[in-house]
Nanobody, 128 residues
């Protein structure tokens, strides 16, 4: 497992942008597959986006496709989620998750149970 810390959440108006960052402590993050999930009040945790080992592959939920982008910043040992054209329905606590993966693997993981490390979450609120 790896310790994860999210940052970058906040309050933004509809149509605005935010960039979330997930940092891994003590490990080289490029060796992990990483996913972003979110959970709104009263709702189940849902998949948002995921990236494979070293960023070889990405996948997005249909609800965010074309608006969100997941990418690695290996120099900073982070995985970031750029969120554009935000909508009120994007309001949720956003979590990053990670799992070890084989080198050169292009597999992306889109279900929560496939991950074994989780951050504490960061709140994103989009006002209308």
């Amino acid at each position: 497992q790896v310790q994860l810390v999210e940052s970058g959440g906040g309050l933004v108006q509809a149509g605005g942008s935010l960039r979330l960052s997930c940092a891994a402590s003590g490990r080289t993050f490029s060796r992990y597959a990483v996913g972003w999930f979110r959970q709104a009040p009263g709702e189940e945790r849902e998949f948002v986006a995921a990236i494979a080992w070293r960023g070889g592959n990405t996948v997005y939920a249909d609800s965010v496709k074309g608006r969100f982008s997941i990418y690695r910043d290996n120099a900073k040992n982070t995985v970031n989620l750029q969120m554009n054209s935000l909508k009120p329905e994007d309001t949720a606590v956003y979590y990053c998750a990670a799992r070890g993966t084989e080198s050169y693997s292009t597999t992306v993981y889109s279900t929560a149970r496939q991950y074994d490390s989780w951050g504490q979450g960061t709140q994103v609120t989009v006002s209308s």
